[in-house]
């Protein structure tokens, strides 16, 4: 960039060349002030800063809607009127999250949320290929604990990405690039799995999700 400087202004009076060097300075200055603006759906700005827009926190409530509806097997209670309950309780409880504890979410950035979106999908993909790599697939019981699990993942890594973007600085791109790889490395796991196995070992296909998705991280980095 120097180079380019110093060809533009070769020609000029030494006049010239101090009102250019002027204006360069206040160009760089108003370069280096400029953000990628950020969707107002996602984020919002108040007097109490930087806050979750109305994108995120239905998202968040589709998240307590999830979470609802798989807790209700775990705990048998699909004969219950809890059934039906339940999951809008948690949707609700998830839309006013924001409202409930805003200290957490004050100057949040679009980074954090983000990553809080990928922690949240694949800890759901994760807790459940722990649980299926631990105690196997076979009974009710299993499909219990892998819907635990599942949800404690989700619940445990979409906070580990809140707190990643909000503390450290994640380009939108990077973000990208990790949950693509994730994917990309995921479904090629389970393509060479099918592909050479003639039969399902449970434990296997669990693990190979978790290493597959480990590996498309560290490939990533």
Same mark, same amino acid.
């Given at each position: ?69 798989? /807790?209700?097997? *775990?705990?048998?209670?699909? +004969? ?5 309950? #339940?999951? =809008?309780?948690? &949707? @609700? ?38 649980? /299926?790599?631990? *105690?196997?697939?076979?009974? +009710? ?5 892998? #819907?635990? =699990?599942?949800? &404690? @993942? ?55 999700? =978790? ?11």
């Amino acid at each position: 960039m120097t180079n380019i400087w110093r060809i533009i202004t070769k020609e000029l009076s030494s006049e010239e060349k101090n009102k250019f060097q002027t204006f360069r300075q206040q160009w760089d200055e108003e370069a280096e002030e400029i953000r990628i603006e950020e969707p107002s759906d996602v984020l919002e700005t108040n007097a109490r800063g930087v806050l979750p827009g109305k994108k995120y926190r239905l998202y968040n409530g589709l998240f307590g809607f999830i979470y609802g509806s798989m /807790i209700i097997p *775990v705990f048998g209670l699909e +004969e219950s009127q809890l059934a039906f309950g #339940l999951p =809008l309780v948690l &949707a @609700g409880g998830s839309l006013l999250l924001p409202v409930i504890n805003p200290r957490k979410y004050e100057n949040m950035t679009y980074s954090s949320v983000m990553l809080n979106r990928h922690g949240k999908f694949y800890g759901l993909l994760d807790g459940a290929a722990l649980s /299926i790599l631990i *105690v196997g697939a076979g009974d +009710e019981t299993d499909a219990k604990v892998a #819907l635990a =699990l599942s949800v &404690a @993942g989700s619940i445990t890594m979409g906070e580990i990405g809140f707190q990643l973007g909000k503390n450290k600085d994640w380009t939108e791109g990077r973000i990208a690039g990790y949950t693509h790889y994730a994917a990309v490395s995921v479904l090629s796991g389970l393509g060479l799995y099918a592909s050479f196995t003639d039969s399902f070992d449970s434990r296997l296909f669990g693990g190979i999700i =978790l290493v597959s998705q480990a590996g498309g991280y560290i490939t990533c980095k």
